[in-house]
């Protein structure tokens, strides 16, 4: 169910929106509040909870730490269990692959969101 849109869920959702780079709710903090003087941390995770509830954004957690994406579509995240770092994988034919797969299995899938973990380049030791 869809709820009044605040202007602190509309900067949260620019922000996201904009970046690529899966932040946590302290980072977003960090940015709104310059467009926003007054919003709290708290403010910032239970805007963050409702976007999540209304599927304007997604939230997967990482360790002990969420991390938050505005791209809702089919996608695959990559983290490297080194660095920490988290990238959106694009392979289209590989969403799609799954897709057709799971659907022959007399299931409908709403939406794909696959998350590889391993080591990126700079994670790894040398």
Known sequence: MKTRTTTQQVHILQYL???????????IHKEVVKQLPTITLATVYRNLNKLVEQEDIIS??????????????DHIHGIC????????????????YVRKKIHHHGFTPK???I???GTCKRGETQ
């Not at 997967?60 to 579509?73: A, C, E, L, Q, R």
């Not at 269990?81 to 988290?86: A, F, L, V």
């Open 81 to 96: 269990e080194n660095t920490g770092k988290i990238v959106d994988i694009e392979q289209p034919e590989l969403v799609q």
């Open 17 to 27: 929106r904009q970046k690529h780079s899966h932040p946590c709710a302290e980072a």
């Open 111 to 113: 939406n794909i969101r």
């Open 115 to 117: 998350i590889v973990t």
């Open 60 to 73: 997967f957690k990482v360790g002990n730490t969420y991390h938050y994406d505005g791209k809702v579509g």
